[in-house]
T-cell receptor, first 114, second 116 residues
């Protein structure tokens, strides 16, 4: 079974803190994604990566950065957390450019910024 | 820009009823369409994936159809059970011009409650 794990289920941080959200997948997937999910707005893509050290902006990259030093790990970084970044963050992975395959999601991290 | 709409936003039915969830998308140039299930506070689980060349897919009590030309998909759930209560999300995978990326574009979901 494909497994995508996220470092924390719940996280509480203060405004201005630097926050790291970690995601690890065990299926040797090339693609990895970070989404945020908010009521009434649905899932929105923040950043994605096709390969190690590669990254591309999604629909809402402002206020975020990412790091992919190893194929299995994709980190989302909030350089200076703000209250409007309180949200559910979901990581996903998939095989590279295989249109027949789905994205596999992690359990999510509920981040609260006070 | 691809947009995905799901109607209704919420649905409450008695146990045993057959039901249909709807999904529509604005750009028919898709690779595939997927239905996901999300339980409260959890991640997404893929239920069914329909390729653009297919008309439907079935898994147990679930049947998903795709009409690409009209930009519509339906998820049919037969003999609903309380355990089916969850939010159901529709997503289309379509090509992006930038770098050949293939993005998933999600609808906002239908929250289903099946009452015992």
């Amino acid at each position: 079974d494909v497994k995508v794990t996220q470092s924390s289920r719940y996280l509480v941080k203060r405004t201005g803190e630097k926050v790291f959200l970690e995601c690890v997948q065990d299926m040797d997937h090339e693609n990895m994604f970070w989404y945020r999910q908010d009521p009434g707005l649905g899932l929105r893509l923040i950043y994605f990566s096709y390969d190690v050290k590669m990254k591309e902006k999604g629909d809402i990259p402002e206020g975020y950065s990412v790091s992919r030093e190893k194929k299995e790990r994709f980190s989302l970084i909030l350089e200076s957390a703000s209250t409007n970044q309180t949200s559910m963050y979901l990581c996903a992975s998939s095989f590279f450019r295989v249109s027949t395959d789905t994205q596999y999601f992690g359990p999510g991290t509920r981040l609260t910024v006070l | 820009k691809q947009e995905v709409t799901q109607i209704p936003a919420a649905l409450s039915v008695p146990e045993g009823e057959n039901l249909v969830l709807n999904c529509s998308f604005t750009d028919s140039a898709i690779y595939n369409l997927q239905w996901f299930r999300q339980d409260p506070g959890k991640g997404l689980t893929s239920l069914l994936l329909i390729q653009s060349s297919q008309r439907e897919q079935t898994s147990g009590r679930l049947n998903a159809s795709l009409d690409k030309s009209s930009g519509r998909s339906t998820l049919y759930i037969a003999a609903s059970q309380p355990g089916d209560s969850a939010t159901y999300l529709c997503a289309v995978r379509h090509p992006e011009s930038q770098g050949g990326s293939e993005k998933l574009v999600f609808g906002k979901g239908t929250k289903l409650t099946v009452n015992p």
